[in-house]
T-cell receptor, first 113, second 119 residues
Framework: GAGVSQSPSNKVTEKGKDVELRCDPI?????LYWYRQSLGQGLEFLIY????????KSGLPSDRFSAERTGGSVSTLTIQRTQQEDSAVYLC???????????FGQGTRLTVV | AQSVAQPEDQVNVAEGNPLTVKCTYS??????LFWYVQYPNRGLQFLLK??????LVKGSYGFEAEFNKSQTSFHLKKPSALVSDSALYFC?????????????????FGQGTELSVKP
């Protein structure tokens, strides 16, 4: 596709369950980012992948959060033992070179009940 | 540490008046700077960027921004605001060089500024 694709668009889960969020970046983009946006709030950086380098995980809020990027393309963000405070919109973005803008997906709205 | 500050949570402007949304940043070395806009229930859209060269950059929808290295600022401006400009605006910074990443470091966003343009 032409843009960044995220799935699912909406996810409702019970507290304590694990969830997986998927991101398909724009083909050829070497950089991939995950962010979290709570209602009406800013973008909280979670994790950054760049090529074959080790990811920058400095934004992950706890060890319940993890992410992978397979083959330098698709990425999965996993949240284990979800809590109500994990409810937010999770945004994925990708960019080509360091001096180019990042393109965002439409996000996954996660609701933990 | 890399950071972005948007000191105003909200900016109110009358239609037709000039608008400014403020942004200051902190990063090691030379910055790459970006502005994004988010309309209600929609994704983030890129507006403009500063990479190098002319300090005044022009972007989409008549917006422009001025890079000021001495003040570490990158304020967003528009000469004449429209009601349709009402949205949430985000400033972002990326280090041009970062340890371990030859393509630059992570992209960090400010907390956003809600722009309200009234008729």
């Amino acid at each position: 596709g032409a843009g960044v694709s995220q799935s699912p668009s909406n996810k409702v889960t019970e507290k304590g369950k694990d969830v997986e969020l998927r991101c398909d970046p724009i083909s050829g983009h070497t950089a991939l980012y995950w962010y979290r946006q709570s209602l009406g709030q800013g973008l909280e950086f979670l994790i950054y992948f760049q090529g074959n380098s080790a990811p920058d995980k400095s934004g992950l809020p706890s060890d319940r959060f993890s992410a992978e990027r397979t083959g330098g393309s698709v990425s999965t963000l996993t949240i284990q033992r979800t809590q109500q405070e994990d409810s937010a919109v999770y945004l994925c973005a990708s960019s080509h070179y360091k001096n180019t803008e990042a393109f965002f997906g439409q996000g996954t709205r996660l609701t933990v009940v | 540490a890399q950071s972005v500050a948007q000191p105003e949570d909200q900016v109110n402007v009358a239609e037709g008046n000039p608008l400014t949304v403020k942004c200051t940043y902190s990063v090691s070395g030379n910055p790459y700077l970006f502005w994004y806009v988010q309309y209600p229930n929609r994704g983030l859209q890129f507006l403009l960027k500063y990479i190098t060269g002319d300090n005044l950059v022009k972007g989409s929808y008549g917006f422009e921004a001025e890079f000021n290295k001495s003040q570490t600022s990158f304020h967003l401006k528009k000469p004449s605001a429209l009601v349709s400009d009402s949205a949430l605006y985000f400033c972002a910074v990326r280090a041009s060089k970062a340890p371990l990443y030859n393509q630059g470091g992570k992209l960090i966003f400010g907390q956003g500024t809600e722009l309200s343009v009234k008729p």
